[in-house]
Structure formats: structure tokens, C-alpha cells
């Protein structure tokens, strides 16, 4: 995701921080950081992260 683009929460009209969210799944839990609204919480969940880093463990998980 671009580091100089500022988002903002179309909820609250907030704008984002970087902030751990943390992702359940099949029973197991992992944390990365995301934008997060200040104010209810909702978060951007980049493309890079969503193919990369989630789609891996839902593989591993998966196969088990």
C-alpha cells in the first residue's frame, strides 16, 4: 500500500492509522498491522495482504 496516501473511514469520515488488528480463522489467530478508523474500529485490508499473507495461512490451514 502507498505510504503517502492518507484514507479515510466512510463511516466516521476518520482518517486511518496504522494500528494491529488481529485475524481469526479456523481457530487460530494472527496479527498484522493495518489502517484502522480511531473511532469504530473498521480496517483496510490491502490486496497485497489479502493474496499474500492471509491466503498463505488459510492454505496451511486448510491442509491440516
Known amino acids: ?4 496516501r492518507t484514507w479515510k473511514c466512510a463511516k466516521c469520515d476518520k482518517e486511518l492509522v496504522l ?3 488481529l485475524f481469526s480463522y ?4 494472527f496479527s ?3 489502517m484502522r478508523c ?3 474500529g473498521n480496517g ?3 490486496k497485497e495482504l489479502a ?3 492471509m491466503a498463505e495461512v488459510e ?6
Open 38 to 40: 480511531p473511532k469504530c
Open 19 to 21: 494500528k494491529k488488528m
Open 32 to 34: 498484522h498491522e493495518i
Open 51 to 53: 493474496e499474500g499473507r
Open 1 to 4: 500500500m502507498e505510504q503517502n
Open 26 to 29: 479456523l481457530g487460530h489467530t
Open 59 to 64: 492454505a496451511q490451514l486448510e491442509d491440516k
Open 44 to 46: 483496510l485490508i490491502p
